[in-house]
């Protein structure tokens, strides 16, 4: 059984630029979620879920090694971070934005995705919240 | 097996002082490498030199060396910095002045110059090379060549090795590219080369360089774990344990805030990387799809494995250029309503650039927390929002065209809706934009001075 969840429930994200790239780094937050993300997202769902904010390609670098997809999108910066009317002039909002891409994600998979947070809580202890 | 131990002080320009001081003091390291520069700083330090030949470096650096350079002249720690941005040189006379008053007789100060390629760009496109916009493919440089004001190779490691082997204690540079703050002193320890068989051991130091060399973002900074991330007010800027086989080890300095975990290691692995399995540097090109990272204790993550694949051909240059200005101002709405209240303002004010005839290029409206940072991800729904601040910024070619925009926000407090509020709106700001692009290393030389206190 897939539930059709949120991309955040699986991974985390980190983003930023290079000129009017914006590279997304997706992190799985469990090997399954990682199985999950290579077989769900695609260049085609990813351009599709930020419409006009990705203007060129989107290219996509699965990272077994550490468990990541990285995520490089063409002429999405408006043209850069020095000359950019964006808000968020250099990208770091991008991963946020491509986390609420939405994926079907099997029950056992998410089930255990959820847990993630409480995992690193439980080791690193909780600082705040 | 032997060690060195390298720290990261700073990931741009204004960054935090008192963890690099911490780090000097309290981490037991070799060196430090200081990275102020984003990849506008050149040209805005390019500009402040055209009007006093004895600016345009980091000015940061002298209160930055007063305080760093005690602790580790004291601990025998080196420093190596891109600080002297425009104007190595004259940062250089300036940390020996420090020095000197600090009374650190015999202190060697290196000076690596050869980035500023503007004379030479010059030279080769009269020799018909050309230099197209990696961005936007755009071939013809004619189209900005009279509002160029800086263009800066991204350079390597070499100068600044050939200046530790003479000694140096402290090494100020322009635009080395940050990677090499960290290359370059392991390079020097180890004794390597830029030959085949230390390919994969320079990927090594690449790769951990790229994960320290913006300070606090691998120690907890910027996490998608920051919940779990202790006291970020005294976060620990990253140390480097690295290894002459090429495993490193990142740590913080003990009872520091901030969090070294798998997590926080993998997010910076993955940060501002075109194709991770071609990083290209000035000093090689890492592959990081083979890089292992393992949590091997509290605080302490091994990264290892790396590949690597020799020197690129060329090296990346940021041409930068006069591009207009931007002007952006914002007002905020309260309840009830408030984001209808917003997109009322939004054509209120589309309505007066028609009237005062705006020649933007650009003209962009958001709705603050609603969807500025998220764009067309979210959509905008029509919710009982407490407040919504609606911005606006355009960018035109002259000052005064953009000032429209602060000129036109003014009138929406009084011709908008009721309870609408704004602060002071900012003047417009000049835009540089950038022409990245590549130059054959073979044309740009690097060298080196040293002053001795």
Known sequence: MKTKVRLEEISFARSGDKGDVCSVGLIAKTSKSYDTMIHEITPEKIKSHFGDMVKGGVELYPMPNVECLHVVLRKALGGGATKTLRYDQTGKAMGQALLRMEVDVENDVLTEARQTMEKIFEKYGKAWG | MKGIRIGSGSSYWGDMLEPAVELVEKGEIDYIGFDHLAELTLSILQRVRAKDSTKGYIPDIIPWMKEILPPAWDKGCKVITNAGGANPEQAGEEVSKIAKNLGMKGMKVGVVTGDDVLPKLKELRNKGMEFPNMDTGEENLDLIEDRIVAANAYTGSDSIIEALKEGV????????????LYVAPVMHEFGW???????????????????????????????????????????????????ENGETVITKVLNTGGLVSEWTIKEHLVYEVLDPRNYIMPDGIADFSSVKIEEIGKNRVKVSQAKGKGRPKDLKVCIGYKDGFIGEAQLFFPWPDALEKAKRAAEIIRKRFEITNLQAE????????????????VSVEDLDYNEVGLRVAAKAQSFEEANKVRREITHLWTISSVGAHMGVPSHPRPVISLWPTLIPRDEVTTGFTIKEV
């Not at chain 2, 650009?362 to 991800?377: C, H, K, P, Q, S």
């Open chain 2, 169 to 180: 204690h402290v090494v100020v540079a322009g635009r080395i590219s940050d990677n090499a």
């Open chain 2, 193 to 243: 080369d830029f030959t085949e068989p230390y390919f994969d051991l320079i990927a090594s130091a690449i790769t951990t360089g790229h994960i320290i060399e913006c300070a606090e973002s691998c120690t907890g900074g910027m996490s998608n774990i920051w919940q779990a991330v202790p006291e970020p007010w005294k976060i620990g800027f990253p140390i480097a344990e690295f290894y």
């Open chain 2, 362 to 377: 650009e003209v962009r409206y958001d709705f603050l927390g609603v969807n500025t940072i998220l764009g067309e991800t």
